[in-house]
């Protein structure tokens, strides 16, 4: 009895502190992901791609959209970033950790400024040297599942035109 009693004990002690960790972190991150758009928004492509982890990859809305951060990424944000960057801004974040508190995966919901369009944008962070850095980034449209069946025949479509060419 007075080992389960410790052991209840030490959970008390130490959940407090797990949770407060958590909630630096989750406030770390949300900070991070905002920059990330934000520096998205003023075409700041050292910020940008300062967020990501060495070995980071960004996975965008097309299908052949896989793009390692070296070199592929760094080259076509810079060509991107010439003409201005693009502008989301998140609505919603969901953050969940490992048990060892190293690795975050998050959700966000977001809308373009541009065009109003509704995207989700998913993915990991690695801490490195105590710094959250986004080691995978995948961006997602949104699309309500009444309409699903139609969009999925324009991709189909697409898909055999471009097969086609």
């Excluded at 390692?68 to 969901?94: C, N, T």
């Excluded at 975050?104 to 369009?117: H, K, L, P, Q, Y």
């Excluded at 009444?146 to 086609?164: C, D, F, H, L, S």
Aim: hydrophobic residues 40%; negative net charge.
């Amino acid at each position: 009895m007075k080992k389960v009693m410790f052991i209840i004990g030490l959970c008390m002690v130490f959940s407090p502190a797990i949770a407060q960790e958590h909630s630096a972190d989750e406030a770390a991150i949300t900070a991070v992901l905002d920059d990330f758009h934000d520096a998205a928004a003023k075409a700041d492509k050292d910020r940008y791609l300062g967020h990501f982890t060495e070995n980071g990859v960004f996975l965008g809305t097309d299908e052949w959209e896989r793009w390692p951060l070296k070199p592929e990424f760094i080259e076509y944000v810079g060509r991107r970033f010439e003409s201005g960057g693009w502008a989301y801004h998140s609505e919603q974040k969901k953050i969940g950790f490992s048990k060892d508190g190293s690795v975050a995966w998050f959700d966000e919901t977001s809308i373009s400024n541009r065009n109003g369009g509704r995207f989700r944008g998913s993915g990991a962070l690695e801490k490195v040297n105590g710094t959250w850095k986004i080691a995978q980034y995948v961006l997602s449209f949104l699309v309500y599942n009444e309409v699903g069946g139609e969009v999925g025949k324009i991709i189909t479509a697409e898909r055999e035109k471009r097969e086609n060419n």
